[in-house]
Nanobody, 120 residues
């Protein structure tokens, strides 16, 4: 069994910052690509940022220069530092990770989501 647990969401004013965290736990053999997605009301889920096991990163155009993804491999944790937040960043943010378990099953796992609201 593998779990992804997110934290760090909340309400912030435009221009503010938030830091999201997502920790993976359970029967993990190897954790490779990790990422953050978001889904706003009435819209499809979209990739925000991703990071490989080696640290290579990829960002949606809408967040480049404002968001930074990072990871701590020793803690099986991925972070998303969000600066200069805009109302259009309001969404539920989901953590995603590609994991091989101790029984060598592989697949993508999702967290439960954390709400980020940017409003004055």
């Amino acid at each position: 069994q593998v779990q992804l647990v997110e934290s760090g969401g909340g309400l912030v004013q435009p221009g503010g910052s938030l830091r999201l965290s997502c920790g993976a736990s359970g029967s993990i053999f190897r954790l490779t690509d990790m990422g953050w997605y978001r889904q706003a009301p009435g819209k499809q889920r979209e990739l925000v940022a991703s990071i490989t096991g080696g640290g290579s990163t990829n960002y949606a155009e809408s967040v480049k220069g404002r968001f930074t993804i990072s990871r701590d491999n020793a803690k099986n944790t991925v972070y998303l530092q969000m600066n200069s937040l805009k109302p259009e960043d309001t969404a539920v943010y989901y953590c995603n990770a590609f994991i091989a378990t101790m029984t060598l099953q592989t697949g993508a796992y999702w967290g439960q989501g954390t709400q980020v609201t940017v409003s004055s």
